[in-house]
């Protein structure tokens, strides 16, 4: 329990309190006993507290209706002692990513993932147009000698020689 208090040394009594009730996203209920005339700003310090969350992230829920972050405080909202906040997270996203189209000239179709990316042209294609051939890859030449490359390097490594005198 979270318990604010003002003691000054010129008042010596203690001011109101109330107790207020926040309810998190997992449903736990965190009582917090405040004075009457805390901000809400204060109240969003503590809660960043006590939730680890940034207090940019945090916002208040109450009757159905959000918050606003103001320095006003929980009796100029309507808050009364016994209430319940509850804590609201704004959630991140948007649309769905969109969907890669083939990049032939007139194939509007699906891209397919990773074996429709041509290293060439960095173009996207489909399963119809995803080998070099099909897409006329301004890098086909290039393709061609470097895989030839490889392969005669591949064979000459692998070839066997011919032991003489045996």
């Known amino acids: 329990m979270v318990s604010l208090s003002r003691t000054s040394s010129a008042s010596p009594e203690p001011s109101e309190t109330m107790q207020i009730f926040i309810k998190n996203l997992s449903g736990d ?3 917090l006993t ?3 005339d805390i901000s809400l700003e204060n109240i969003k310090t503590l809660l960043s507290l ?7 992230s945090l916002n208040l829920v ?5 918050l606003p972050s103001s320095p006003s405080s929980l009796a100029a909202l309507g808050i009364k002692p016994e209430s319940t906040l509850h804590l609201a997270v704004p959630m991140r996203g948007g649309m769905p990513p969109k969907k890669i189209r083939c990049t032939h000239k007139e194939c509007r ?7 429709g990316d041509c290293g060439f042209c960095n173009g996207h294609f489909c399963g119809k147009h995803r080998l070099l051939e099909d897409h006329k890859c301004t890098g086909l030449e290039d393709c061609k000698k470097e895989s030839h490359d490889r392969n005669a390097a591949q064979l000459h490594s692998e070839r066997t020689t011919v032991i003489k005198g045996i």
């Open 29 to 31: 209920t965190i009582p």
């Open 34 to 36: 405040v004075p009457v």
């Open 50 to 56: 006590r939730t680890s969350l940034p207090t940019t």
């Open 62 to 66: 109450h009757a159905g209706k959000h």
């Open 109 to 115: 179709e699906v891209a397919q993932r990773i074996v």
